[in-house]
């Protein structure tokens, strides 16, 4: 017996299919029985007729909870009352695995759904999303690839910080002490003298105590590194990026955007150019929307979510003040103390997604923005090898895949973006 996927089957739209999948709803009477039926490409109506079928078949639909397994085989027909427009005529069903009753019900409370998430991910809501997490991936892949990039990969066990000693993971390394990485960028500099354009997609872990909407503990990174690339030249490429991933998606994901409730329309507007504002025109557009930062400070999410409400495409702020930026971001010769770096702000409120520099090619102009930030240099001379042997103008960003999982299908927490969340406070299941 073939089996077809649901899509498939309505696709064909009439006539003999064989399915299979999982019971999404049940609903009995004493004359019909009706099993809504999903897999991963959709949902299906299945009615089984008591008149129509053997009294052995009739008592195994009758058996149907939901989750359990089935195979079923019938026949397929339109039907716009059916919930996705088409219903099968069942006549056979086999129930493969069994379900006790399962423990998901209608309006259960985000921590609850999170401690079943090893179910919860069968949800609509859920597939729905991590279809959509697919396609980022593919689309992050499809845009380097078809630029000549290599993908390259780096070491999880770091035995220096990249983004600060703050946020490091430490860990037991056999008699010895490493840390989880923060960041491939330390390790792609290297690697960059041998491929010149590289990217990688990988885990990155950040030990960061908050507890907010925005923030994992373990987390998926888009990161890229080009010799010879000045900040002009990946900004573009950062911008080229993520308009790519939108267009991408909106043209593979649209039913699941629909679902999860998406405007498609306004995704379609997200083209470059992306505006382009530095530091300081930040601070004075915040001072006119009342809000005072005084410059040298970071700017916040509440400082952020103020500044897109001016842009419907992610903002790009330019030159942070130097005295705040990790050491291997260079001074702006034209103004010293801002450096010659990005971040890119998602509109509605979905923060930061990239943050990216051109990189420091001075060693000891490095290693007193270590000794300022507490950290030894001595632990980085292998990083400075690579500029003590044929050192080139490059830059590099990265791009956090959950924060933008999470701006393009509309959630209100990153927690849902990805299939086990690592949080501060979730470390289970």
């Keep these: 017996m073939e ?23 049940v609903r009995n009477s004493n004359k019909m029985a009706f099993i809504v039926l999903r897999d991963s490409t959709d949902i299906i109506q299945c009615v089984v007729e008591k008149s129509k079928v053997s009294e052995e078949l009739w008592n195994e639909a009758l058996k149907a909870t939901m989750e359990c397994s089935l195979e079923i085989t019938g026949e397929i027909k339109k039907d716009d009352r059916a919930p996705t427009g088409y219903e099968i005529s069942v006549s056979s069903l086999k129930i493969v695995g069994e379900s ?71 860990v ?13 960028q330390l390790y792609a500099e290297a690697m960059i003298s041998a491929l010149e354009k590289i990217y990688t997609i990988s885990p990155c872990f950040r030990a960061e105590k908050s507890k907010t909407s925005r923030h994992l503990s373990e987390f998926w990174m888009a990161e890229t590194e080009v010799a010879w690339y000045n900040l002009d030249d990946i900004l573009k490429n950062a911008e080229d990026l993520v308009a790519f991933i939108v267009k991408y998606v909106v043209e593979h994901n649209e039913e699941e955007l629909k679902f999860l409730g998406q405007n498609i329309e306004k995704l379609k507007k997200i083209k470059t150019p992306f505006p382009r504002i530095t530091y300081t025109k930040a601070l004075e557009i915040l001072k006119k929307d009342g809000i ?19 842009y419907e495409k992610p903002v790009i702020i330019t030159n942070y003040p130097k005295k705040i930026m990790a050491f291997y971001k260079p001074k702006d010769p ?38 300022a930030q507490g950290e030894k240099p001595e632990k980085y001379e292998w990083y400075f090898d690579t500029r003590r042997y044929g050192k080139v103008p490059h830059s590099g960003y990265g791009l956090g895949v959950e924060r933008v999982i999470a701006w393009l299908c509309n959630l209100d927490n990153i927690k849902d973006t990805i299939p086990f969340p690592r949080t501060m406070i979730r470390r289970t299941p």
């Design 292 to 310: 005072k930062v005084e410059w040298g400070k970071d700017l916040r999410t509440i400082e952020e979510d103020a500044i897109v409400k001016h």
């Design 3 to 25: 089996f077809i996927s649901i899509k498939q089957a309505m696709e064909k739209g009439t006539g003999q299919v064989n399915i299979r999948g999982w019971c999404y709803r």
């Design 334 to 371: 034209e103004n010293p103390k801002t450096a010659l770096c990005f971040d890119m702000i998602a509109p509605e409120g979905y923060g930061e997604i990239i943050g990216g520099s051109e990189r420091d090619t001075d060693i000891e102009e490095m290693k007193k923005a270590l000794i």
């Design 100 to 170: 006790d009753s399962f423990p998901i019900t209608k309006d259960q409370s985000p921590e609850f759904l999170l401690d079943k998430r090893h179910l919860w991910l069968r949800s609509r809501k859920m597939t729905s999303i991590l279809k959509v997490r697919s396609s980022v991936f593919q689309a992050i892949r499809k845009f380097f690839n078809d630029k000549g990039f290599y993908e390259e990969h780096s070491p999880m066990f770091s035995p220096t910080s990249c983004e600060g000693g703050s946020t490091l993971f430490e």
């Design 172 to 184: 037991k390394y056999f008699d010895d002490i490493m840390y989880l990485t923060q960041s491939w």
